[in-house]
């Protein structure tokens, strides 16, 4: 979650919304990412669909099997459904969105035994560090007169 | 819908599960995808999330507003997940996906009044004929003996 925080700063610094994510496969590789929405001008750019897309390229196969994501924020739909997609084993979030949460809050994709998968889920894994860095991102934007 | 049928069908061609999907524009310009997650190995490249990163490419903005998405068949709540954080306007759709629908059956992710932004639904658009390409490729893979 250290890693995932440091994505989270990287994000922050080039105007994203921060929020990192580790892919942790089951050999102990890991691959970063970070939210990259407005830098990229991509509308599914989350941190978790990046780092999906960055693990899946290194492994060369859409299945993540045995794999953990790691990530600051608790997931919203986007990407909560992309990790069942996945098949990736284990999810591990920081703190939770209220707003846009589907692991615990709105939704409970991840474990929905309707699916054809499920992850293990752990949260609230340095939650007051994850939140922090959102809150001083959003405060510093409204200071800066944007919405 | 015919567009997105003709994903479908090269979809089929190139071994990965019938699903097409055309973006529209508030101009009219059309964006055509199709599901890609055999051939690029991409668990995200479900035809929608193709489609809306190639049209956030071609305006070069992350926001879709005004912008419609045709697909195949009902999305699931990646899929439904993305089109919500797009802001796309208005979601057309061919069949319904009774195991992973995410418009309509387990979810209604995209009409959802406590999420940031809901878009209006149109489903059963040539459903018999979405849902056909999909049972023939079932049919024809479970005459190959692949699960």
């Known amino acids: 979650m250290r ?20 892919l942790v496969s089951p050999g102990g590789e890991l691959v970063r990412a970070r939210n990259l929405r407005e830098v990229e001008e991509d509308p599914t750019a989350h941190a978790e669909v990046v780092g999906l897309r960055a693990a899946a390229r290194s492994t060369g196969r859409w299945r993540l099997d045995g794999w953990t994501c790691v990530v600051t924020l608790e997931p919203c739909a986007m990407c909560a459904g992309a990790l069942v997609n ?40 340095l939650a007051d560090a994850c939140a922090e860095r959102l809150k001083a991102f959003f405060a510093a934007r409204r200071r800066e007169g944007k919405k």
């Open 86 to 125: 996945a098949r990736v084993a284990r999810l591990v979030y920081g703190c939770a969105d209220p707003k846009a949460g589907a692991v615990d809050s709105l939704y409970q994709i991840p474990t929905d035994p309707r699916l054809n998968h499920r992850l293990e889920v752990v949260s609230g894994v």
């Open 3 to 22: 890693a995932a925080l440091e994505e989270a700063d990287a994000a922050a610094l080039a105007g994203d919304v921060p929020v990192g994510a580790v």
